[in-house]
């Protein structure tokens, strides 16, 4: 059924066709495989089943890339894509399991067979759940998989695999030990999605649910005993893959257990010290999972688990640990407190009831829900206590930070040696004393602490003091509400616009700390009280100073400016001509000097100073300041060109300048002439003819505009061949870079699709194809170009030749002179404008196949002539559409298109060889259902079998119009008919040649097709003549062409002379009953007796007396006038035996 699956997709044929062609490039086969599966999965519809089975006979091609790519698609169809859902993927199975069957026996790289081993492991789940399911095909995909599995554990037993594929084993008996071992209550994953034995039924004809538990028990202890044997890396790679089954198969970690435990007095020797310890490291990892499991907490053995962890040193760690392993761990090491040191605790016995632990176990949404939560707990009405008792504490805080700030402030002041011109008259305020104290209870006090981060953003914005840091401290076994702060600690000063991680870190005071802040604070009351009673000096009058006014500038003449500007540009260009090397290729603000106030010059500052002068420092609107700036301008061009790849930055911003200048000056002037137009395309005009690299694309990349005369210039380089494609470069990249100057380069690039030089039209060709499709705005425009280039064909006379030549000033400086005759001639349509024409298009059909009707569209509104230059580029065109298109052209091709497409056929079987029986059967079937000619029989008739040649040839002998051309076309064709294939040769010659003497075809057309026959006188001699007259002789009616083939044989081989004759003897009886063949007979006779054998007269004296008489009455008396001679010569005693009926007729004869 697979077998007969069609396709129905043309893009998918395509693709196919073009990966499946082992004459392609590799590169491109490999290409069309990846478009392939974008392709599919963009669509996921078109991902059939019998697809697959197409895609899969890649897996034996001979470039392991594609092998690869293979592999990489199963394994995305059937463990990674979306494109099946579960159960379709189980239905693919039985098409995977035999391409992975094949890899595993044959394939020998090791890539390969790595990805190989991947896949198996992806499947098996899959395939184990549908062979529990289904038990209609299960037993051969269970016999497929029993091999598989048997050599990918010979793989990993094996001292010789290599380490990759060894580790991808492990990950496949990761898989089987999972799926062959039965779910248990513990495990982390649900019974309705664990694939596991429990599935398999008991009463299962094909799977052995014991046998299969033991082959997974054994598989596990295989993996274990490796840990004392295997390299590092390889008992790394085992214990990261058992890390899910343990998560999932419980039952399996008290191995591992006891193993650690072992190693605790036998470390295993066999590796170093480094290779031991990230071992263990692997371990340790795993295990610790397993403790931070609540499931697994009930586990009987989850102690011995801790145990096996502390050896492999999690003692080290112990933040690491769960709550109740912790405490345990604290236990066993005598600790009483495992946060805390002796010096940082604080002492149990002082009334405090915080204990201490380390919040960054928590992970901060657990620690926000718990907030949360009790924070819900919490009356409306305490939650207003707190935050307004909070609000209070904050007040009085602030309130004498700014109190101690002040007084500090002021006793500096006093104490300081002031001017007295310059003291201000200052008023005592009095302070207003700090708020008692508020008393709270130890209940209010926590609830304060609670509600500390829920104050609202309106109190901090009226805080402007910085607030007092509220330290924590508490143990492990305290609940989130009993948290209590430590009071009376005053806080760092911060910028209000400091963020660190300080406040979330916990602060401990010592009590000596307290009793330091505590004299602070009495100090700097004692300095309160100490300012209150001293007095001020008085105040003295401030200065005032008048604002400054610079005086107007002075006015220059106009020929001081001038030559001021000059000269200033002239000094800015020496000195960026005299930067270093370094300071010239850097393309940053490069510092050249500080100036006297202090700012820096930069590079692109000083290249700004110069433009500007340039564009802005002569505004006199006079023919003297255009001139002078004309001159400083060329300036700045000489400066430019002496090294132009450094000084582009330089020549972009005086570019730049110029543009937006000019843009100024035209809102004011609409006459104003655009003075960037004119010096980029002087600029340009002078660097192209030397530049070879890719400056020139830089650098049009970044000026400010382009306009097409500027893009123009770009044909200088696609002209030169030595340049092209740095030319074809530079429009792609303004194409895809520049979307307002996209127009024109597109139509430059467009007309080189076009030029005659077909190397030019290839590499324009290549640039523009990168477009399509993907690229939509772009690929409409190649498009309708391709599709109006196309119908140009259809014109009597070729279009005019794009002028692809850059005339400086607009001078056509390359016109040649052309003649009456060349012109003529040029009105003509000639095979290298037809080809160049659809060149173009036939590159867009390889990714569009839609579009090839329009060439069939246009091929039938075209004269003859121009019809022959299509069909000379059959070979460009069987490329472009592959076998998929050249069905598809038979099943479809419209009247008037015969001629093109049998030259298709033509040439597609002259390079393919053997064509495929989907081409021929389609063939056929079109020749029957439209009654075409045998034209199209040619290529393809020698590839039938006996009976079709048979039943085909009279259309190929049809054919024949007495013309030496379609004659030399049937001769080719009967050569290939009976020329062996492949050591088989499909008819005889003699077959041949029997079959056309009995066909139905007219007379002439069949002699014309014997006399073809014996001009292969290699293939038809003596022996096939003589047995194919044989033949005719006895069959029960001669053939009407027989005796014009006896007259060729003899003719061509004298030697069957006497066995003709003794033939037609006997059968001249029956030959004389048809008026043709008797002619032929009186035909043979003269030509035997004339001209084959002259003077031989036996055989005409040994027939009958009835034919005698036909044969001597003919008009031409040619044979009768030499019998007379023959007879007259003879001797009387010869003359006796000639029959006096001749003798009597051959008086009459007259000789002259």
């Known amino acids: 059924m697979d077998n007969q699956y069609v396709i129905k997709d043309s893009r998918i044929i395509v693709l196919l066709d073009r990966a499946t062609d082992s004459q392609k490039d590799q590169q491109l086969r490999v290409e069309a495989l990846i478009s392939l599966q974008q392709l599919i999965e963009n669509e996921k519809q078109l991902l059939e089943f019998g697809l697959l089975e197409k895609i899969s006979v890649l897996i034996k091609d001979p470039i392991s890339e594609i092998r690869e790519w293979t592999i990489d698609f199963f394994e995305w169809v059937l463990c990674r894509g979306s494109v099946y859902n579960r159960l379709q993927k189980k239905e693919c199975l039985g098409k995977v399991l035999p391409i992975i069957e094949y890899i595993i026996n044959f394939e020998e790289l090791t890539?390969?067979?790595?990805?190989?081993?991947?896949?198996?492991?992806?499947?098996?789940?899959?395939?184990?759940?549908?062979?529990?399911?289904?038990?209609?095909?299960?037993?051969?995909?269970?016999?497929?998989?029993?091999?598989?599995?048997?050599?990918?554990?010979?793989?990993?037993?094996?001292?010789?695999?290599?380490?990759?594929?060894?580790?991808?084993?492990?990950?496949?008996l990761q898989v089987v030990s999972t799926v062959q071992s039965r779910h248990v209550p513990d495990s982390l994953v649900r019974p309705e999605e664990d694939i596991s034995l429990s599935l398999c039924p008991q009463s299962h004809p094909i799977l052995n649910a014991f046998a299969l538990e033991k082959e997974a028990i054994s598989i596990i202890n295989g993996l274990y005993s490796l840990l004392n044997k295997e390299s590092s890396n390889v008992i790394t790679a085992i214990i990261n893959a058992l890390g899910p089954v343990f998560r999932s198969r419980p039952q399996y970690i008290y191995p591992l257990v006891n193993i650690v435990l072992k190693w605790k007095k036998n470390p295993p020797t066999h590796l170093s010290e480094l290779q031991l310890r990230s071992v263990k490291k692997a371990i340790k990892i795993q295990l610790m999972t397993i403790l931070r499991i609540p499931l697994f907490e009930s586990l009987p053995f989850i102690n011995e688990v801790f145990d096996a962890v502390m050896i492999l040193g999690g003692r080290n760690d112990p933040m690491k640990f769960p709550r109740q392993f912790r405490r345990l761990l604290y236990q066993k090491e005598g600790i009483d407190d495992g946060f805390r040191t002796s010096g940082q605790r604080r002492n149990r016995n002082n009334g405090s009831n915080g204990l201490s632990f380390d919040p960054s176990q928590f992970s901060l949404p657990f620690v926000v829900d718990v907030i949360h939560y009790a924070l819900q707990a919490i009356p409306q009405e305490r939650l207003l206590q707190a935050k307004q008792a909070l609000q209070q504490r904050e007040a009085n805080i602030a309130t004498r930070n700014l109190t101690s700030q002040s007084n500090i402030k002021q006793t500096r002041e006093e104490r300081k040696v002031r001017d007295p011109r310059l003291e201000f008259q200052k008023?005592?305020?009095?302070?207003?004393?700090?708020?008692?104290?508020?008393?709270?209870?130890?209940?209010?006090?926590?609830?304060?602490?609670?509600?500390?981060?829920?104050?609202?953003?309106?109190?901090?914005?009226?805080?402007?003091?910085?607030?007092?840091?509220?330290?924590?401290?508490?143990?492990?076994?305290?609940?989130?509400?009993?948290?209590?702060?430590?009071?009376?600690?005053?806080?760092?000063?911060?910028?209000?616009?400091?963020?660190?991680?300080?406040?979330?870190?916990?602060?401990?005071?010592s009590e000596d700390d307290e009793n330091e802040q505590q004299e602070i604070q009495d100090q700097l009351e004692d300095l309160e009280f100490e300012s209150e009673d001293q007095d001020l000096p008085p105040a003295t009058p401030t200065f005032k100073f008048q604002p400054y006014v610079l005086p107007p500038p002075e006015t220059l003449p106009e020929e001081q400016c001038q030559s001021f500007i000059k000269t200033v540009l002239v000094n800015i260009l020496e000195i960026e001509s005299k930067l270093s090397t370094e300071v010239k290729g850097t393309r940053s603000n490069v510092v050249l000097t500080t100036l006297s106030n202090g700012k820096r010059l930069t590079r692109t500052q000083l290249h700004v100073m110069a433009v500007r002068l340039l564009t802005r420092g002569l505004e006199f609107p006079n023919e003297a300041t255009e001139k002078t700036n004309n001159e400083l301008r060329e300036i700045v061009v000489q400066h430019i060109l002496e090294d132009f790849k450094n000084r582009m930055d330089f020549a972009l911003t005086w570019l730049d300048e110029e543009w937006y200048h000019d843009i100024v000056k035209q809102r004011a002037d609409p006459s104003h002439k655009s003075n960037y137009v004119i010096w980029i395309?002087?600029?340009?005009?002078?660097?192209?003819?030397?530049?070879?690299?890719?400056?020139?694309?830089?650098?049009?990349?970044?000026?400010?505009?382009?306009?097409?005369?500027?893009?123009?210039?770009?044909?200088?380089?696609?002209?030169?061949?030595?340049?092209?494609?740095?030319?074809?470069?530079?429009?792609?990249?303004?194409?895809?870079?520049r979307p307002p100057a996209r127009s024109f380069c597109m139509k430059i690039l467009l007309a080189y699709c076009l030029?005659?030089?077909?190397?030019?039209?290839?590499?324009?060709?290549?640039?523009?194809?990168?477009?399509?499709?993907?690229?939509?705005?772009?690929?409409?425009?190649?498009?309708?170009?391709?599709?109006?280039?196309?119908?140009?064909?259809?014109?009597?006379?070729?279009?005019?030749?794009?002028?692809?030549?850059?005339?400086?000033?607009?001078?056509?400086?390359?016109?040649?002179?052309?003649?009456?005759?060349?012109?003529?001639?040029?009105?003509?349509?000639?095979?290298?404008?037809?080809?160049?024409?659809?060149?173009?298009?036939?590159?867009?059909?390889?990714?569009?196949?839609?579009?090839?009707?329009?060439?069939?569209?246009?091929?039938?509104?075209?004269?003859?002539?121009?019809?022959?230059?299509?069909?000379?580029?059959?070979?460009?065109?069987?490329?472009?559409?592959g076998l998929t298109g050249l069905i598809q052209l038979f099943r479809n091709f419209p009247n008037g298109a015969e001629d093109f497409v049998l030259k298709m056929l033509v040439v597609f079987t002259n390079k393919a060889g053997t064509p495929p029986s989907q081409l021929t059967n389609t063939v056929k079937s079109v020749i029957m259902q439209r009654n075409l000619d045998g034209r199209f029989l040619f290529p393809i008739i020698s590839y039938f079998e006996k009976d079709e040649i048979s039943r085909y040839l009279p259309k190929v002998v049809s054919t024949l119009d007495a013309t030496e051309k379609q004659r030399d076309i049937v001769k080719k064709v009967f050569l290939k008919i009976v020329t062996p294939t492949n050591g088989v040769t499909p008819i005889t010659p003699s077959e041949l040649l029997v079959s056309l003497h009995q066909m139905d075809v007219p007379l002439k057309q069949s002699v014309e097709a014997i006399h073809t026959c014996f001009t292969l006188a290699n293939i038809f001699n003596q022996q096939i003549l003589g047995a194919v007259l044989q033949h005719l002789s006895v069959q029960s009616e001669l053939p009407m062409t027989f005796m014009?083939?006896?007259?060729?044989?003899?003719?061509?081989?004298?030697?069957?002379?006497?066995?003709?004759?003794?033939?037609?003897?006997?059968?001249?009886?029956?030959?004389?009953?048809n008026e043709v063949l008797r002619k032929g007979f009186i035909l043979y006779c003269t030509e035997f007796c004339l001209k084959i054998k002259p003077n031989n007269f036996k055989f005409l004296l040994q027939l009958p007396q009835t034919q005698i008489q036909d044969i001597l009455k003919q008009r031409d008396q040619t044979l009768s006038k030499a019998l007379k001679r023959y007879v007259d010569n003879l001797k009387p005693e010869q003359r006796r035996g000639i029959p006096q009926y001749l003798l009597e007729i051959l008086e009459t004869v007259i000789i002259p």
């Open 111 to 172: 890539a390969i067979i790595k990805k190989v081993i991947l896949l198996s492991a992806g499947i098996y789940s899959l395939l184990f759940e549908r062979i529990c399911e289904n038990q209609n095909d299960a037993n051969s995909l269970w016999n497929i998989a029993t091999f598989i599995k048997i050599h990918i554990i010979r793989f990993f037993d094996s001292d010789d695999t290599k380490q990759g594929i060894k580790i991808g084993a492990i990950k496949f």
């Open 427 to 509: 008023e005592s305020t009095p302070k207003s004393p700090s708020p008692p104290p508020v008393v709270k209870t130890e209940e209010e006090e926590e609830e304060e602490i609670i509600f500390m981060s829920t104050e609202t953003s309106e109190t901090l914005e009226t805080k402007e003091p910085v607030k007092p840091e509220i330290k924590y401290e508490y143990d492990d076994d305290m609940e989130i509400e009993e948290f209590v702060p430590e009071r009376n600690i005053e806080p760092e000063e911060r910028d209000e616009m400091e963020i660190t991680e300080d406040s979330e870190k916990i602060e401990l005071i």
């Open 681 to 737: 395309s002087r600029l340009l005009d002078r660097i192209i003819p030397a530049l070879e690299d890719r400056v020139l694309s830089q650098f049009l990349l970044d000026v400010p505009e382009l306009v097409e005369d500027i893009v123009d210039r770009i044909k200088i380089f696609c002209n030169d061949p030595d340049r092209r494609m740095l030319g074809f470069s530079t429009l792609s990249e303004l194409i895809d870079l």
């Open 755 to 881: 030029h005659r030089d077909e190397s030019t039209r290839t590499s324009a060709i290549t640039v523009v194809n990168k477009w399509y499709p993907d690229h939509s705005e772009i690929s409409q425009t190649i498009e309708l170009f391709a599709l109006e280039s196309l119908r140009q064909i259809c014109h009597e006379i070729p279009p005019t030749l794009f002028d692809y030549h850059y005339h400086v000033g607009g001078v056509d400086d390359t016109k040649e002179t052309i003649t009456k005759d060349d012109e003529l001639e040029m009105r003509k349509w000639a095979q290298q404008d037809v080809d160049r024409h659809i060149d173009l298009f036939l590159s867009l059909c390889s990714k569009k196949n839609e579009l090839f009707h329009e060439l069939i569209s246009v091929y039938i509104q075209t004269p003859e002539p121009i019809q022959v230059m299509i069909r000379k580029n059959a070979q460009k065109i069987i490329d472009t559409i």
């Open 1044 to 1073: 014009r083939t006896v007259t060729l044989s003899v003719r061509a081989h004298n030697a069957l002379a006497g066995f003709v004759n003794d033939l037609l003897i006997r059968k001249v009886t029956d030959i004389w009953k």
